[in-house]
């Protein structure tokens, strides 16, 4: 039977499974809700004959599979968001009568990285460095202080001024239900508010302390494995420039670079141990996707281990530009679609190697300067320069006005610049900021504002701690 | 003023040459259509009881995943046209499957009224709506076209690209005569979220309500 691929997610990262599906020579169906009919990644699959579907949501489990049977698919990928780390919906889509092929982990891996705080205890278990603090939720007052005033004496110990913990939902996530709290006499009082707010919001009152650690950089490791238990890295990502709320806006990779920038401990040695670290983990697990391990290290060159993120990522592309298998350059997506359909990988990682700095830029409407406030509106005009070290992924149309639609991010458009160093890409990433133009209106009539200047402000900070 | 005696006399002339509206009815989600209830001329029902706890008039089959759904009326009236050819075949979601030709009722009438006469607050954005608690919890307690709101109070709370922002009375204090949307709606930008009133305009509006009740009899 041909193989078929359901594309369950819109915008650019559909157009880039697209991609891969035809480098492949697999055959895709894609799917679309109302208000994203002029988006290219329901354009570009009309124009060559593709089936289009519209659905009900991209959200709705039941519309997807089936639009998926109808349409004789053998295979589903989530994309990011929506879908792709929900191991409900990952086991359903295997286990159902007619089964389909999930392109990302076995849905038992999905559920297990899926929650923090078993990432947690489970690199904890096997020597991997995660922010100090409980692994087990507290439920006990007493309990969380004497944990609360051993961490603040393990700050003060490592001359950390001034001390603070962070007291947080167990089951919370994206800064819902978390406190930061520098003073012993407020842990009691702190932990019972969220304490009562978790079992309000969440059904468990479970509560985690952790130090609170403000100067970091975000590290990434990219993780490629499959069910032969062959895994590789495709080395790190520095994600450090992102939005008041924590999106990121710039990514660099490699994570580390000692030759353009200088670091108070040794940069490469940090990132060999957080592959390290990474790699354990997913081999313990016996990870079989790509996925990315993400890490927090501070100025002191202490790394810890955040979390796992069971998917392909908005900025995947960066670790492709900068590795090569064999002298080629990879494509991430093309690597998790071989894996999903049980191939093994044709090469170990001693056939890969490193070459450059990319840096990827993530152009979005939005007002910067109050709180990164998305904009909706209609795009007049959408210009950027074309060269061989520059890769734009999009799914606004050039040659139309695009009305962004207001369910979403109003993501426009990555920019992803290579260099044969970090000096060359940094100046070929203003390069190509230079030469873009969005024009366009907000309802209100207004220009529509776009966060290119933040972009340009931002790139001379990249890799840095200033 | 918003209340203009002659656009209003205009509006119900309008009403009374053509007191039809035709409603689309359109699949909410892809599946196979098994099956057609209703037939072209047909008389259906939308849903009525106090909590329109009675379902309307079933009008077809659609069904998905194995699991069969009966798709009923949600407006009164005739079937004026129906897509028999979407018989047995597989549809997307928002197909347009059939049309019901509904007469106004007096509800409405008013409401469409309303719309136009009232000062309209509108969507500032495609968006989902919330009423903002206080204002839903003071209707509640004193009933629609009491309540008073003052400039800077919250109206509504419009949640939109997964963040929340409050939308606020502006200009003098008026009493809020109607709310057009329903919980976590999505609007259109640019439709009216809130039909306001000075105190002063109520008995005009008032007096507009029970004109429309004499001529158009529940």
């Known amino acids: 039977m041909k193989d078929r691929v359901l594309i369950a997610n819109r915008g650019e990262i559909a157009l ?256 060999d141990e957080i592959v390290k670290h990474s790699l354990k983990l997913a081999s313990y697990v016996g990870y079989d996707s790509v996925g990315t391990w993400e890490w927090l290290v501070t100025r002191a060159g202490k790394p810890y281990l955040m979390e796992v993120n069971t998917r392909i990522q908005v ?56 709180g990164f406030k998305p904009l909706s509106g209609i795009i007049n005009r959408f210009e950027f320069p074309s060269y061989e070290w520059l890769r734009v992924r999009t799914h606004v149309p050039q040659d139309e006005p695009y009305r962004i639609p207001t369910e979403f991010d109003p993501n426009l458009a990555l920019g992803i610049v290579w260099g044969k160093d970090t000096f060359e890409a940094e100046r070929r990433g203003f390069k190509f900021l230079e030469g873009t133009i969005i024009e366009g209106q907000t309802p209100k009539g207004e220009p529509l504002l776009t966060n290119i200047e933040y972009l340009k402000k931002k790139l001379p900070e990249i890799l840095k701690f200033l | 003023m918003a209340l203009d005696n002659r656009k209003i006399n205009q509006l119900l002339q309008s009403f009374r040459a053509n007191p039809y509206r035709i409603f689309v009815v359109v699949t909410p989600h892809t599946g196979y259509l098994r099956e057609f209830l209703v037939k072209e001329g047909d008389e259906v029902k939308g849903p009525t009881g106090k909590w329109l706890e009675k379902l309307g008039t079933p009008l077809f089959i659609l069904e998905r995943e194995k699991n069969p759904k009966t798709i009923r009326a949600k407006a009164s009236g005739i079937v004026s046209k129906v897509n028999y050819e979407l018989e047995g075949r597989f549809v997307e979601a928002f197909e347009p499957v059939l049309e019901i030709k509904h007469s106004l009722t007096q509800k409405e009438i008013i409401a469409e009224l309303l719309r136009k006469t009232l000062h309209i607050v509108t969507a500032p954005e495609k968006a989902r709506y919330f009423l903002s608690p206080e204002l839903a919890k003071k209707i509640e307690k004193e009933g629609e076209g009491k309540v008073v709101v003052k400039p800077g109070e919250e109206l509504a709370i419009m949640s939109f690209m997964k963040r929340e922002t409050p939308i606020l009375h502006e200009g003098p204090p008026m009493v809020v005569f109607r709310v057009f949307f329903s919980q976590g709606q999505m609007i259109e930008q640019g439709e009216p979220l809130f039909g306001l009133c000075l105190e002063n305009e109520r008995p005009y509006v008032e007096k507009l309500i029970s004109r429309v009740k004499e001529e158009w009899p529940a």
């Open chain 1, 16 to 271: 880039r499974i697209m991609e891969a599906c035809e480098n492949l020579g697999l055959d895709y169906v894609v799917v679309y809700t109302p208000g994203d009919e002029q988006s290219l990644h329901v354009k570009l699959p009309q124009a060559k004959g593709k089936a289009c579907f519209r659905i009900a949501s991209y959200r709705d489990a039941n519309d997807i599979l089936a639009v998926a049977d109808e349409a004789k698919c053998t295979a589903i990928h989530p994309g990011y968001g929506f879908f792709s780390e929900d191991f409900r919906f990952a086991r359903r889509v295997v286990k159902r009568n007619n089964p389909l092929i999930f392109i990302g982990p076995r849905w038992e891996v999905i559920r297990d990285l899926g929650h923090k705080l078993n990432v947690k205890k489970l690199a904890h278990d096997l020597g991997i460095p995660v922010i100090p603090g409980t692994i087990i939720p507290l439920y006990n007052e007493l309990e969380a202080e004497a944990k609360a005033e051993e961490l603040f004496l393990w700050q003060e110990e490592q001359g950390i001024e001034p001390p603070r913990v962070l007291i947080k939902a167990a089951a919370g996530g994206g800064g819902m239900g978390i406190e930061e709290v520098d003073d012993l006499d407020m842990v009691r009082p702190v932990f019972r508010r969220i304490r009562s707010y978790a079992k309000r919001l969440f059904g468990d009152d479970g509560v985690v302390i952790e130090v609170f650690i403000r100067d970091y950089h975000h590290l990434e490791v990219q993780i490629l494995g499959n069910q032969f238990g062959e895994l590789v890295h495709f080395g790190t990502r520095n994600c450090t420039i992102q939005s008041i709320g924590r999106q990121k806006r710039i990514e660099i990779a490699p994570g580390f670079d000692p030759k353009y920038t200088d670091y108070p401990f040794d940069a490469q040695k940090v990132l």
């Open chain 1, 315 to 370: 900025e995947n592309e960066i670790s492709a530009r900068i590795s090569r298998i064999k002298g080629k350059e990879p494509n991430l997506i093309e690597e998790q679609i071989r894996a999903a359909f049980g191939e093994r990988l044709g090469y170990t990682q001693q056939d890969i190697s490193f070459k450059g700095t990319s840096i990827e830029f993530r152009l979005i409407a939005e007002d910067v300067k109050h």
